[in-house]
Protein backbone atom coordinates (compact mmCIF):
# COMPACT_ATOMS: atom_id res chain seq x y z
CA UNK A 1 0.00 0.00 0.00
CA UNK A 2 1.02 3.57 -1.10
CA UNK A 3 1.83 5.80 1.73
CA UNK A 4 2.61 9.40 1.43
CA UNK A 5 3.52 11.32 4.40
CA UNK A 6 3.48 15.47 4.26
CA UNK A 7 5.78 17.80 6.70
CA UNK A 8 7.15 20.88 7.26
CA UNK A 9 4.14 23.07 6.87
CA UNK A 10 3.68 26.05 9.52
CA UNK A 11 3.09 29.71 9.88
CA UNK A 12 5.66 32.07 8.10
CA UNK A 13 5.23 35.95 7.92
CA UNK A 14 5.44 37.30 3.76
CA UNK A 15 8.71 37.09 2.12
CA UNK A 16 9.85 34.18 4.10
CA UNK A 17 10.62 30.50 3.45
CA UNK A 18 9.38 26.70 4.21
CA UNK A 19 10.61 23.50 2.77
CA UNK A 20 7.89 21.17 2.55
CA UNK A 21 8.82 17.02 2.25
CA UNK A 22 6.77 14.28 1.40
CA UNK A 23 7.85 10.75 2.23
CA UNK A 24 7.11 7.72 -0.01
CA UNK A 25 6.70 3.73 0.73
CA UNK A 26 5.30 1.14 -0.17
CA UNK A 27 6.14 1.99 -3.78
CA UNK A 28 8.89 1.84 -6.30
CA UNK A 29 9.61 5.46 -5.25
CA UNK A 30 12.26 6.03 -8.00
CA UNK A 31 9.85 5.46 -10.97
CA UNK A 32 7.01 7.58 -9.85
CA UNK A 33 5.85 10.77 -11.26
CA UNK A 34 5.37 12.91 -8.07
CA UNK A 35 3.77 16.03 -7.66
CA UNK A 36 2.64 19.19 -4.98
CA UNK A 37 -0.73 19.98 -5.52
CA UNK A 38 -2.55 23.17 -2.94
CA UNK A 39 -5.81 24.04 -2.15
CA UNK A 40 -7.06 27.14 -0.14
CA UNK A 41 -10.62 27.38 1.20
CA UNK A 42 -13.10 27.66 -0.89
CA UNK A 43 -10.71 27.21 -3.71
CA UNK A 44 -9.99 24.64 -6.33
CA UNK A 45 -7.03 22.17 -5.78
CA UNK A 46 -3.91 23.77 -8.12
CA UNK A 47 -1.02 22.03 -8.79
CA UNK A 48 2.08 23.99 -7.84
CA UNK A 49 5.01 21.53 -9.03
CA UNK A 50 5.42 18.56 -11.08
CA UNK A 51 8.89 15.99 -11.33
CA UNK A 52 9.76 13.46 -13.42
CA UNK A 53 11.47 9.97 -11.76
CA UNK A 54 14.96 10.92 -12.38
CA UNK A 55 14.32 14.33 -11.00
CA UNK A 56 13.79 16.41 -14.49
CA UNK A 57 12.42 18.01 -16.16
CA UNK A 58 10.05 19.61 -13.82
CA UNK A 59 7.20 21.69 -14.35
CA UNK A 60 5.76 24.74 -11.97
CA UNK A 61 2.35 26.57 -11.94
CA UNK A 62 2.89 30.08 -13.32
CA UNK A 63 2.14 31.55 -9.90
CA UNK A 64 5.12 29.85 -8.35
CA UNK A 65 7.15 29.94 -11.29
CA UNK A 66 10.57 31.46 -10.37
CA UNK A 67 9.79 31.16 -5.88
CA UNK A 68 9.24 27.55 -5.38
CA UNK A 69 11.63 24.49 -6.28
CA UNK A 70 10.37 20.92 -6.18
CA UNK A 71 13.03 18.23 -6.20
CA UNK A 72 13.79 15.02 -5.19
CA UNK A 73 16.09 12.50 -3.05
CA UNK A 74 15.29 8.68 -4.43
CA UNK A 75 17.93 7.38 -2.10
CA UNK A 76 15.46 8.65 1.00
CA UNK A 77 12.19 8.32 -0.99
CA UNK A 78 11.67 11.69 -0.55
CA UNK A 79 10.25 14.69 -2.57
CA UNK A 80 10.96 18.41 -1.51
CA UNK A 81 8.91 21.57 -1.58
CA UNK A 82 11.40 24.57 -1.57
CA UNK A 83 9.07 27.79 -1.19
CA UNK A 84 10.63 31.09 -1.47
CA UNK A 85 9.39 34.76 -1.60
CA UNK A 86 6.17 33.12 0.31
CA UNK A 87 2.84 35.70 0.28
CA UNK A 88 -0.73 35.35 2.07
CA UNK A 89 -1.93 34.05 -1.73
CA UNK A 90 -0.10 30.25 -1.19
CA UNK A 91 -1.38 29.95 2.59
CA UNK A 92 -2.96 26.33 1.96
CA UNK A 93 -2.76 23.08 2.26
CA UNK A 94 -0.35 21.55 0.57
CA UNK A 95 -0.69 17.75 -0.43
CA UNK A 96 2.15 15.21 -2.76
CA UNK A 97 0.67 12.86 -4.90
CA UNK A 98 2.25 10.27 -6.78
CA UNK A 99 1.76 7.70 -9.78
CA UNK A 100 3.60 5.17 -11.62
CA UNK A 101 3.17 7.44 -15.31
CA UNK A 102 1.73 10.70 -15.72
CA UNK A 103 1.71 12.29 -18.79
CA UNK A 104 3.15 15.95 -18.56
CA UNK A 105 0.35 17.66 -20.48
CA UNK A 106 -1.83 16.63 -17.51
CA UNK A 107 0.51 17.08 -14.57
CA UNK A 108 -1.86 19.47 -13.21
CA UNK A 109 -4.66 17.50 -13.15
CA UNK A 110 -5.34 15.82 -9.74
CA UNK A 111 -7.26 13.22 -11.45
CA UNK A 112 -3.96 12.34 -12.74
CA UNK A 113 -2.34 11.01 -9.31
CA UNK A 114 -3.44 7.71 -7.62
CA UNK A 115 -2.14 8.09 -4.51
CA UNK A 116 -2.04 11.13 -2.04
CA UNK A 117 -0.87 12.39 1.32
CA UNK A 118 -3.00 13.98 4.21
CA UNK A 119 -1.25 17.30 3.47
CA UNK A 120 0.45 20.10 5.61
CA UNK A 121 -0.84 23.11 6.10
CA UNK A 122 0.75 26.27 5.17
CA UNK A 123 -0.11 29.93 6.12
CA UNK A 124 1.32 32.90 5.30
CA UNK A 125 0.56 36.43 6.93
CA UNK A 126 1.85 39.10 9.14
Known amino acids: QVQLVESGGGSVQPGGSLRLSCAAS????????MAWFRQAPGKEREGVAFIFPRGAPTYYAASVKGRFTISRDNAKNTVYLQMDRLTPEDSAMYSC???????????????????WGQGTLVTVCP
Open 97 to 115: AADAWVAPSRWADANAYAS
Open 26 to 33: GMTYGDAY
